[in-house]
């Protein structure tokens, strides 16, 4: 058998580099995780680095992420005579090429004005599929053209006003979403102090609000705002000034235009009023069944009973996920919380996981403890930072051929074969 015909993504990505290497040229992105966020730090903006990087307190949850990591060892089987690889999945009918999306990344546009789009074309170029964030600079439809026929997922937060959430899940079914995605654990910001220290908020400068300027109930709200407005002015400031402009900038249509008007900044209020339910409860997932014909996951979901509650609601797969780490201090690590929950609801459910993701080697322990597959968030997120959508398409060519190599040298060689006796507790 051929070199070619055996050549897994891994050794083909091994072999771009190194054929490259010999003509004097090195990857756009770096291969190992603490040079890629060197890196990117470095190309990212104060406000961009705090909100991308940043996490909830002291950190300690965005710590026990990668802690949970390290307690665990894989334990590689040798001479299993298997030279090739299948890395595929279905997962809720959307099919996979390896067992990795894109996790929704709100306000990305504080890493690159098109953050969205790059990410898109990235996820096109490598047919991974991606979460749409809630959260993005570019309107879904936008974003769902550029990605051609990759499959995409669309992430919703709850708003206060119903018809909008009505509105999001319409939008998302006509551009052929694969699955909707419910982030659970954002009805309130949580303690994010290198935001706070810069008193930078993104959405209040009109970054990160695109799905709802581009949503009929939403300029309908925005509009019923305008008539309702009192003729109070806002206090005047350099920094007022400055928001303004950043506003008017990111509100579609003419700046020219949008300066004249009310609308930029009576969308930020609005947003800012609605933007998510502080009362969001497991009445408000019993509704999506008459509302959706979609797929329904809840992302955000650490606790075996409320993994055990989900499902019997009829959703069809959960993320166990902290947010990243973003939301509260001293929460249980997701690796962790990934082994209780599959515990709890047996084998056959959808389980998902993200939070501490860095590595193919982080992917391979993440479905050995009972992932069907994992979101990567920050990575693509440093990629997009230190080269654009090559460096998004970078990032996951370097963790999709890190994992399949793990997979070769453990002597699996389906992902089903990915088993819990792979792994054992580090000492």
Do not use: C
Not at 198 to 209: N, W
Not at 210 to 221: C, E, G
Not at 235 to 247: H, M, P
Request: hydrophobic share 45%.
């Amino acid at each position: 058998m051929s070199e070619k015909n055996v050549a897994g993504p891994g050794r083909r990505r091994q072999n771009d580099i190194y054929r490259a290497g010999v003509l004097g040229r090195r990857p756009a992105v770096p291969t190992d995780f603490p040079e890629l966020e060197r890196r990117a730090r470095k190309a990212s903006t104060a406000t961009g680095w705090a909100y991308v990087a940043g996490g909830a307190g002291q950190g300690r949850t965005m710590r026990n992420n990668r802690a949970a990591f390290d307690r665990w060892a894989i334990v590689p089987r040798m001479l299993r005579g298997h030279a090739t690889r299948n890395l595929s999945r279905n997962l809720l009918g959307t099919e996979l090429t390896a067992p990795i999306l894109l996790a929704p990344v709100g306000a990305g546009q504080l890493i690159a004005p098109d953050a969205d789009l790059h990410t898109a074309r990235a996820a096109a170029a490598t047919g991974v599929p991606y979460v749409f964030t809630n959260q993005g600079g570019t309107p879904m439809e936008e974003a769902a053209a550029a990605m051609g026929d990759t499959p995409r997922w669309v992430q919703l937060y709850w708003s206060t006003d119903e018809g909008l959430v009505d509105s999001l899940i319409q939008r998302a079914e006509a551009i052929g979403a694969g699955a909707l995605v419910i982030t659970l654990d954002t009805t309130l910001l949580g303690w994010r102090p290198q935001d706070l220290n810069l008193g930078s908020l993104p959405f209040a400068r009109g970054l990160g609000i695109a799905q709802y300027t581009s949503d009929p109930r939403f300029r309908q709200l925005v509009a019923e705002r305008i008539r309702r407005a009192a003729s109070a002015r806002p206090e005047v400031t350099l920094g007022a000034i400055k928001s303004l402009l950043s506003i008017t900038r990111n509100h579609p249509g003419s700046f020219l235009d949008n300066l004249r008007s009310p609308e930029p900044r009576a969308s930020v209020e609005t947003f800012l009023d609605i933007y998510s339910n502080p009362r969001l409860s497991w009445d408000h997932i019993a509704t999506l069944r008459d509302r959706t014909r979609l797929p329904v996951v809840l992302k955000g979901i650490v606790h075996p009973d409320d993994a055990k509650q989900a499902f019997a609601l009829g959703v069809e797969g959960i993320v166990v996920s902290n947010h990243g780490g973003r939301q509260i201090d001293s929460s249980i690590a997701a690796l962790d919380a990934l082994v209780r929950v599959r515990e709890a609801v047996g084998p056959d459910a959808t389980v998902l996981m993200d939070s501490g993701i860095r590595s193919g080697a982080d992917v391979f322990t993440a479905l050995a403890l009972g992932a069907d597959a994992v979101l990567l968030g920050r990575p693509y997120m440093y990629g997009l930072a230190i080269a654009g959508q090559r460096g998004v398409e970078e990032v996951i060519a370097n963790v999709i051929a890190e994992l399949e190599l793990t997979m070769a040298l453990t002597g699996v060689q389906n992902l089903a074969e990915i088993t819990r006796d792979l792994v054992v507790r580090n000492p």
